[in-house]
Each structure stands twice: as C-alpha cells, then as structure tokens.
C-alpha cells in the first residue's frame, strides 16, 4: 500500500499508533499479542486512520531495549496483517527490523533516532528507495532525559535534525524522503516541549514533510495541573486533540496519535475552520 503522496487538502494525516510491547507508557500491554494488535490496527483504520505505526520497542523513559529478535517478533506479523490495509510504517531504530519490516509490506520507516542509533539505517532506507522519518533524539531512553539541556531547543533542535538530514542524504536518501519530527518528550522537559510547539514554524521552514507526535505525553498530563495532579496517559487525549487543532494550522503533515477517532474529530474542526468539509 503506497504511502500517502502529499496533502492535498491542508489536513494532516493521522497517523495511528499500533504499540506492540508490554511496556509503552500510553497503552502499555494492550495489545501485546499479535491477534490484538491487528484487531487495535483495524479498529483505527475504521476510526479514520490513515495510515498506521507499529512499534514494538516501548521508547517511555527509563525503558530497557528488547532484543532484535524479540522486537522482530513483535512487529513483523502486525505489519504483514496490517499493510494490505492501510500504509503502515515501522516504528524502529534497527535496520534489520526495517528491512524485514518492509518486506512484510511496510512503506514508511520511523526511526525516532533519525538513523543515529544504527549507522546502516540510512544506507538501508536509500536502498530501498522509501521516506523516513527522522526524530529528534540524544540517546536511548534508558538515560535520555538527563540530555535535556539546550541553549535555545528550537534552534538546538533544528541544528541537530539538519545534521540528521545531511548525514541521510550523504547515505544516499532523496532529500525529499526525509521527514522531521521535533520529538516532543525525547531528552525534553515540559517547557521543552511548549517552546517546540510554539515555535514549530522554524521546523517547518527546514522545508521537510513534519510529523507530530504529542499524543499522551507527560507534559500535556501536567498541563493546568501540578506534578501531584497529573493526568495518567490515558487522561490525556482531550489535550492531545487540542494540539492536533494547532498542527493542522501549522503545516504538520501527520500527527502520531493514538486517540484516531478524537483526533479525527479535532481534524473536522480544523476544517470547519479553514472553511473546508462539511459543516451543515
Ligand atoms: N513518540 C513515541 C514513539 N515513536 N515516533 C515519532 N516519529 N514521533 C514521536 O513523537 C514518537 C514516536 C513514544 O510514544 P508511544 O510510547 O506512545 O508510542
């Protein structure tokens, strides 16, 4: 199933995620086994998914990383089922898994280290001629958040994707294949994660398709409340669909969201807005 090519309408795609672990902080455990993953995948593409992320390496902080064959394991099932549907990426830091991943049917890879973790990710990627998104990231979450230090986040952030975009192009991927994602709560602290969404246009300017990944993060738990008073993940999706609204009206080209049928719902709004869609 051929990825998306370019929005059309000025709305974001949704971006749906299929988490296959036993661990991921919004929806840990869920759908561990592969029978419930293709079930959850399913249920988001009738929700409106447009296309689907399956993961099974939980990036919450502090995780420990499963193995290769363990994630492999996880994944390769859910994205064979899956991709006969919808376009589904691989949400992955190994080439390996990529690679196989792709063979099962997957068209897009998510690598949330932008090629960092594994140097072959890139050459990989250009072999196969597909996109890739490239996130902000400073190192795997074991330690990631004692990284959070910046002079300026936005420009450190650009700064920092603009070394990833060159060093994927060097790899030989078309400069078009490239999509960037701030990595909102990877090596970030709450006011981190503001300054990224209030300045997401100087992202945007480096040119490349954005991904937004917002969906439960910690930060929009704390959001009007106290570090006593946090939301739990699951809490979280009325304040993830307020943030959808603002991607769509800042140029994001997908939004990684759990909650498909709320942000689907945030996406109506943004074009009742824009004078788009049906609004009788
Ligand atoms: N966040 C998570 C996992 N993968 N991929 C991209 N491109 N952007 C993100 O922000 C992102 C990601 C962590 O969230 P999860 O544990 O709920 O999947």
Redesign the pocket.
Known sequence: MTLPSARTTGRPLVMG?V?VTPD????GGAWFTPEAALAHGRELVAQGADLL?V?GE???PGAERPSTEEELRRVLPVVAGLSSLVPVSV?TMRSEVAALALDAGATLV?D?SGGLADPQMGALVAERGVPI?A?HWRGHSADMQSRAQYDDVVADVVAELGERVEALVAAGVAREDVLL?P????AKLAHHNWELLRRLDEVSAMGHRV???????KFLGLVGRTPQTERPPLERDVATAATTLYAAQHDVWAV?V?DVAGTVDALDVADALAGRGATS
């Open positions: 995620v988490n991921s902080f919004s929806d992320d993961g939980s990036t919450r949400d998510n949330v998104v996130m994602d990595g909102l709560g990877f991904v937004l990944g917002a969906s439960r993060k990684r759990h």
